[in-house]
């Protein structure tokens, strides 16, 4: 059982956010209330809004309780003891050096403590928190003291701003005390993708070109902006999607299986060896969409463009569909195709391996294929077919499926995550040649997209997504799952 022996304290930019609200401070309360963290450690939250230690802790215990479904109060209020609040601004230094003061206060008795500095605040931000956390000598190599610096997606918003970033958190820190989170990775539904490729031969054999058509990987999500307008508009579904989750669902579906040792680099060389398909057109191989007006859980709700803070004439995707390859040899000339986007009729994430039909088996037939839900109804479901009784050969679908839900030590992501990084361990945080070579791939897409000529097709809240991504997948012969 993962648990975090050493003192620490976790400093937490961006305190007030909507990601520490929805995911920090539940998945920190769960830690403690697991026992998983030790008896000396301090959180503190760092940010502009007028709060005291008081304030603070009712602004954490009411985002606890939003999002578990029972509370123990007990735990809660032990809980709270360790939380702490720092206002500050971000490009003030003087507030810096006075927070490694209030550290120091916290930490004192406490042995080899390990700090851990997470940034959740917007990219605007970012250079001065990092230039006065090191100004403000919060990372520090004192006392046997252990640093790290936990960044949260997106690093930045292409190629270049990525590179801008790298050179702003070297410039301070090293690069293995900089832990680059993508959340997806800390979910055990995304890890067992490539565990389970691990631990069955078979899978691994059938997953090769010779014998798969095309895989699909979709993320499919109810939500629409969630007050998050100010990064969404600027972003949209490729690089708050594609980027980061998607891309690295790909790889972990794709890399060679070697065990955790050089795991980050080999999973990296899988990202490295997928491509776009040369096209004439780029709508050929990308397609766009924005969601309307319409209905999500049975209530009505608002187009993309009326949403507050979005500009009327808003070209953002809010849907994606994207066709990829992989160079790997065992993967040479499969397509994968991937969707994602935000106000569609279900939360699902998806990856269906669509194997080849050697030849025509007969009526009620279709081809085998393998799904691995990984968000929604969990489960690994594998399509087969069985004769119908009969003289003929006609066939009826046989479906073996596993809920695939998580046993043992189940965490939720960022719990999991923020335990690996007070332990110092990586291999589920990306590396930057990943980020850049996410980055590298999609920004002529990302680009494309941009151009106001790029057809942005509407469809309704609620819906699958617009019709036209059926058409866009027809012309290769096959349809989405
Ligand atoms: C985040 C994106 O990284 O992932 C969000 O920024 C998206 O826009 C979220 O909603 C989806 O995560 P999950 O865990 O709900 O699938």
Not at 30 to 50: A, C, E, Q, T, Y
Not at 87 to 115: C, H, M, N, S
Not at 332 to 341: C, E, H
Not at 342 to 347: A, E, I, P
Request: aromatic share 10%.
């Amino acid at each position: 059982m993962l648990t975090a022996t050493h003192p620490f304290s976790f400093v937490l930019f961006g305190a007030s956010g909507h990601l520490a609200k929805l995911k920090l401070y539940p998945a920190l309360f769960v830690l403690v209330l697991k026992k998983r963290l030790p008896k000396d450690f301090s959180i503190v939250g760092f940010s502009r809004s007028d709060m005291d230690d008081s304030s603070f802790r009712k602004f954490v215990a009411k985002a606890v309780r939003a999002e578990m479904a029972e509370v123990n109060d007990k735990v809660l209020s032990e809980f709270l003891e360790h939380v702490h609040y720092h206002r500050g601004q971000y490009d003030t230094t003087a507030d810096f050096l006075a927070l490694d003061k209030r550290l120091i206060e916290l930490e004192k008795g406490w042995e080899a403590p390990v700090r851990l500095a997470y940034l959740s605040v917007p990219p605007a931000i970012f250079s001065d928190v990092l230039r006065n956390l090191c100004k403000g000598g919060i990372h520090r190599h004192e006392k046997g003291r252990d640093f790290r610096c936990i960044v949260e997606k997106p690093v930045g918003h292409d190629l270049e701003s990525a590179k801008e970033i790298y050179k702003e958190l070297t410039a301070c820190f090293e690069e293995n005390e900089v832990y680059l989170l993508y959340h997806y990775l800390g979910k055990e539904a995304v890890r067992n993708v490539y565990y389970l490729r691990y631990a069955n031969p078979i899978f691994e054999r059938l997953s090769k070109n010779t014998l798969v058509h095309h895989v699909q990987i979709s993320a499919s999500e109810m939500v629409g902006l969630e007050g998050r307008t100010g990064y969404f508009e600027h972003s949209g579904t490729l690089q708050d999607m594609f980027q980061s989750h998607l891309l690295m669902i790909a790889a972990l579906l794709t890399m060679r299986l070697e065990g955790d040792e050089n795991f980050r680099e080999t999973r990296f060389n899988a990202l490295e060896q997928l491509y776009l398909p040369p096209a004439k057109d780029l709508n050929d191989i990308v397609l766009q969409g924005q969601y309307g007006a319409g209905e999500s859980q049975e209530k009505p709700v608002v187009g993309y463009v009326e949403e507050e803070g979005v500009a009327g004439d808003s070209h953002t995707n809010t849907y994606v569909a994207l066709k990829l390859f992989s160079r790997t040899s065992r993967w040479q000339g499969v397509p994968f195709y991937m969707q994602s986007g935000k106000r569609l009729k279900q939360k699902e994430t998806r990856i269906s391996i669509r194997f080849q039909e050697t030849r025509p088996v007969g009526k009620g037939a279709y081809p085998n294929r393998l799904d691995i839900i990984l968000h929604g109804e969990a489960g690994m479901r594998m399509h087969l077919q069985t004769k119908l009784g009969g003289t003929e050969p006609e066939f009826r679908p046989m479906i073996l499926e596993d809920p695939l839900v998580c046993f043992g030590d189940c965490l939720p992501e960022h719990g999991l995550l923020l335990l690996e990084a007070i332990r110092g361990k990586q291999q589920w945080f990306l590396s930057f040649d990943e980020v850049r070579h996410a980055w590298r791939l999609l920004d002529p897409i990302q680009k494309h997209l941009d151009d106001p000529d790029t057809p942005l097709h509407m469809y309704p809240a609620g819906t699958a997504g617009p019709d036209e991504m059926n058409e866009w997948i027809a012309k290769d012969g096959i349809h989405w799952f």
